[in-house]
């Protein structure tokens, strides 16, 4: 299946050419890194591909089953939300179910009060079958040490965000979607070499179509 199909695409910035005439097609599956020194247009393309930035000259079409996933350089988070409420932004009963189970786990209080709620939000969990897409997300979490939950954004350091993003970008394309074009602009800032590798084989792994 044909995601991406692009015919003779053109950008350029003042006088200065970042590329002319670019075809390219990206079927499901593929897997497709662009290499190119800096300033040559990788991030310009990828927004082009993203609907984010017209091309000067040539088409480009897009399948309409396919949902675009894009993870920006600089991503753009709810400065005054939370860490939960930026990465649980999708409206789904399955996310609202496991945000709320996750509210209660980062609490921990020992009230009559707390532990029926927990009682009633593992009952919904149970309810909604929700345990297996929880699992994904503590690990995803858990690998990009995206910790404390109920901190506002405005107050985390710029790599904490830039992780934070990613979190809710790897949650979004894993729920529900059965045909997804990640793009990924420079989505290894701010990470370690063991967050790099986990992200690789996550990758890898995901049956997910990327262009980064």
């Avoid at 979190?167 to 997804?180: N, P, Q, W, Y």
């Amino acid at each position: 299946m044909h995601y991406v199909s692009a015919e003779n695409l053109s950008k350029s910035y003042g006088v200065k050419p970042l590329f002319q005439n670019i075809s390219f097609h990206i079927s499901e599956g593929d897997k497709i890194a662009l290499v190119a020194r800096n300033g040559s247009g990788k991030s310009t393309l990828l927004k082009i591909i993203a609907g984010q930035e017209p091309a000067e000259t040539g088409k480009i079409w897009i399948h309409k089953d396919v949902d675009l996933a894009f993870f920006e350089q600089e991503p753009k988070l709810d400065e005054d939300a939370t860490t939960l409420d930026n990465i649980f932004h999708v409206a789904h009963p399955v996310l609202a179910a496991i945000k709320e189970y996750e509210e209660l786990v980062d609490e921990q209080e020992d009230t009559a009060e707390y532990h029926q709620k927990f009682s009633d939000a593992m009952i919904k969990m149970d309810d909604l079958g929700a345990w297996d897409f929880e699992a994904k997300v503590q690990q995803i979490l858990s690998k990009l040490k995206v910790h404390n939950l109920h901190q506002t954004v405005s107050t985390l350091s710029g790599g904490q965000r830039k992780r934070i993003a990613l979190a809710r970008t790897l949650i979004d394309i894993g729920f529900e979607h059965k045909h997804v074009l990640l793009i990924m602009d420079e989505p290894t800032n701010h990470l370690d070499v063991e967050m790099v590798e986990w992200l690789e084989h996550y990758l890898n792994k995901e049956n997910v179509t990327l262009i980064l």
